[in-house]
Protein backbone atom coordinates (compact mmCIF):
# COMPACT_ATOMS: atom_id res chain seq x y z
CA UNK A 1 0.00 0.00 0.00
CA UNK A 2 1.32 3.16 -0.89
CA UNK A 3 1.54 6.42 0.73
CA UNK A 4 -1.35 7.93 -0.97
CA UNK A 5 -3.29 4.95 0.28
CA UNK A 6 -3.13 5.33 3.70
CA UNK A 7 -3.39 9.16 3.76
CA UNK A 8 -6.34 11.50 3.01
CA UNK A 9 -7.88 14.67 3.29
CA UNK A 10 -9.93 14.93 6.00
CA UNK A 11 -12.78 16.69 3.98
CA UNK A 12 -12.80 13.89 1.24
CA UNK A 13 -14.05 11.34 4.05
CA UNK A 14 -17.48 9.82 5.61
CA UNK A 15 -18.64 10.19 8.46
CA UNK A 16 -18.88 7.83 11.45
CA UNK A 17 -15.34 6.85 11.82
CA UNK A 18 -12.06 8.58 13.66
CA UNK A 19 -8.65 9.03 11.85
CA UNK A 20 -5.53 10.04 13.24
CA UNK A 21 -4.28 13.46 12.39
CA UNK A 22 -0.56 13.70 10.46
CA UNK A 23 -0.39 17.02 9.65
CA UNK A 24 -1.75 20.25 8.54
CA UNK A 25 -1.11 22.05 5.67
CA UNK A 26 -1.54 25.27 3.71
CA UNK A 27 -1.52 28.86 4.89
CA UNK A 28 -0.38 29.76 7.97
CA UNK A 29 -3.13 31.28 9.16
CA UNK A 30 -5.37 28.42 8.59
CA UNK A 31 -2.96 26.27 10.17
CA UNK A 32 -3.11 28.26 12.86
CA UNK A 33 -6.73 28.02 13.44
CA UNK A 34 -7.37 24.82 13.24
CA UNK A 35 -4.25 23.73 15.42
CA UNK A 36 -5.59 26.21 18.30
CA UNK A 37 -9.28 23.99 17.86
CA UNK A 38 -7.38 21.24 19.56
CA UNK A 39 -6.81 19.30 15.99
CA UNK A 40 -2.75 18.88 16.35
CA UNK A 41 -0.97 16.31 14.35
CA UNK A 42 -1.44 12.93 16.50
CA UNK A 43 -5.34 13.58 17.94
CA UNK A 44 -7.98 11.60 17.32
CA UNK A 45 -10.33 13.13 15.11
CA UNK A 46 -14.21 11.43 14.48
CA UNK A 47 -15.95 12.71 11.79
CA UNK A 48 -19.98 13.33 13.05
CA UNK A 49 -21.56 14.67 10.22
CA UNK A 50 -21.40 16.67 6.97
CA UNK A 51 -24.03 19.43 5.56
CA UNK A 52 -25.70 18.23 2.49
CA UNK A 53 -23.30 20.21 0.58
CA UNK A 54 -20.43 19.14 2.07
CA UNK A 55 -20.11 22.41 4.13
CA UNK A 56 -19.30 22.67 6.95
CA UNK A 57 -18.11 19.57 8.48
CA UNK A 58 -18.61 18.54 12.44
CA UNK A 59 -16.54 16.35 13.93
CA UNK A 60 -15.22 15.74 17.33
CA UNK A 61 -11.77 15.87 19.16
CA UNK A 62 -10.94 15.52 22.62
CA UNK A 63 -14.35 15.58 23.80
CA UNK A 64 -15.24 18.81 22.06
CA UNK A 65 -17.46 18.76 18.77
CA UNK A 66 -15.90 21.62 15.85
CA UNK A 67 -17.43 22.57 12.78
CA UNK A 68 -15.11 22.74 10.39
CA UNK A 69 -15.17 24.55 6.84
CA UNK A 70 -14.42 21.76 4.04
CA UNK A 71 -11.16 24.26 2.69
CA UNK A 72 -10.24 23.98 6.56
CA UNK A 73 -10.81 19.85 6.72
CA UNK A 74 -8.92 19.50 2.97
CA UNK A 75 -5.65 21.34 5.11
CA UNK A 76 -6.14 18.26 7.81
CA UNK A 77 -4.15 15.15 6.39
CA UNK A 78 -5.50 11.42 8.36
CA UNK A 79 -4.10 8.50 8.38
CA UNK A 80 -6.54 6.31 7.00
CA UNK A 81 -6.74 2.53 8.46
Do not use: C, W
Not at 5 to 14: E, F, I, P, W
Not at 51 to 66: M, N, S
Amino acid sequence: MSDTQKTAHLADLKPGKSYKVLKIVGETNIKRRIIEMGLNPGTEVEIIRKAPLGDPIEVKTRGFLVSLRYNEAHNIIVEKE
